[in-house]
């Protein structure tokens, strides 16, 4: 499929053409991109909670009175979680959050995901991301004539310095290079910009899986 390519001043610059295998599909499966979107949150989480575990509070274990004969419950430690002070049963503890996702199904999710962005008319292609000045004033007034308020970035193999430096306090606008091309931030996003160095860099990727 072709898609016109345009300048960063609005202006066209020919057209691209996209792989039907990458950015073709028409049958988005919702399954894989929640599957991988949660298997991504997951992953983030740091998992440092924790509380102390009995062995680890610094409350006396000693016996609190005889077993027998008190006309009360039998009780062992003051560490007991049904006691003031005592620690707490079945308290979260440091563990990591993650689990697996096989790699063909993150790669699967990646090609729904950016055929939903083509299928919904929210992909567009650059011809490059470059500016004289790193101006964050200059920028969002070119962002907001474009009409990317909530935009996805795919820079190309590096994000160009003052690019990177304009863009990054503007809100909502998020600059990432090829190797950060990833589900979640493509859903999230309205706008899904990708430089024809990414569009290359990207159908490059998945070719060499399918040859693999």
Do not use: C
């Not at 894989?32 to 998992?47: C, D, E, H, I, S």
């Amino acid at each position: 499929m072709k898609l016109s390519v345009i300048k960063l001043d609005g202006k066209a610059a020919g057209d691209v053409e996209l792989s039907d295998a990458v950015f073709g599909l028409t049958d988005i499966r919702g399954d894989l991109l929640a599957r991988t979107v949660n298997w991504q949150l997951a992953k983030r989480r740091a998992g440092t909670h924790k509380v102390q575990t009995r062995n680890e509070n610094s409350r006396t274990g000693k016996k609190m009175y005889k077993q027998k004969g008190t006309g009360g419950a039998r009780h062992g430690s003051r560490r007991a979680p049904q006691f003031v002070g005592g620690s707490r049963a079945f308290g979260p503890v440091v563990r990591d959050h993650g689990f697996s996702l096989p790699k063909k199904v993150r790669a699967l999710a990646l090609r729904h995901a950016l055929s939903s962005k083509v299928k919904a008319g929210d992909l567009v292609v650059v011809d490059n991301l470059t500016v004289k000045e790193a101006k964050t004033a200059t920028l969002r007034a070119t962002f907001g004539k474009l009409g990317w308020t909530k935009a996805l970035i795919i820079a190309g193999p590096e994000v160009e310095t003052n690019f990177g430096l304009a863009a990054r306090n503007i809100p909502h606008i998020d600059v990432l290079p090829n190797a950060g091309l990833n589900v979640y931030d493509i859903l999230r996003a309205d706008k899904l910009v990708l430089t024809k160095a990414a569009v290359e860099a990207i159908e490059a990727r998945f070719a060499e899986k399918e040859a693999a």
